[in-house]
Nanobody, 124 residues
Framework: QLQASGGGLVQAGGSLRLNCAVS????????VGWFRQAPGKERTFVAA????????YYADSVKGRFTIARDNAKNTVYLQMNSLEPEDTAVYSC???????????????????WGQGTQVTVSS
């Protein structure tokens, strides 16, 4: 199971940190990703990290502003979001691909399990 938290309301230019608590013991080849969905729009990829910590991936729109990291001891993946923009407003969800084998890290269809979303609202 996945439990996302940390959303809220913030002004443009502000920061938030999202947390994704992962139940159980993810395998080193697991890929944990963050996706977001704004009202009336499709779900889009934000960032992902291998549970082994060997690789991270980012959408172009968040590179340089967002950082994904994991804490193995706490079984938690974090998404640190800085320099937030109104366009970042969305429901953010975390998901896991238990046996990532490379490629298409941005495709939500490859992720096996999803947590509930957490709302992020950025005011201008």
């Amino acid at each position: 199971q996945l439990q996302a938290s940390g959303g809220g309301l913030v002004q443009a230019g502000g920061s938030l940190r999202l947390n994704c608590a992962v139940s159980g013991r993810p395998l080193s080849r697991s890929l944990v990703g963050w996706f977001r969905q704004a009202p009336g729009k499709e779900r889009t990829f934000v960032a992902a990290i291998m549970w082994s910590g060997t690789s991270t991936y980012y959408a172009d729109s968040v590179k340089g502003r967002f950082t994904i990291a994991r804490d193995n001891a706490k079984n938690t993946v974090y998404l640190q979001m800085n320099s937030l923009e109104p366009e970042d407003t969305a429901v953010y969800s975390c998901a896991v691909d238990l046996a990532y084998s490379g490629g298409y890290y941005y495709d939500p269809r490859r992720f096996n399990y999803w947590g509930q979303g957490t709302q992020v609202t950025v005011s201008s």
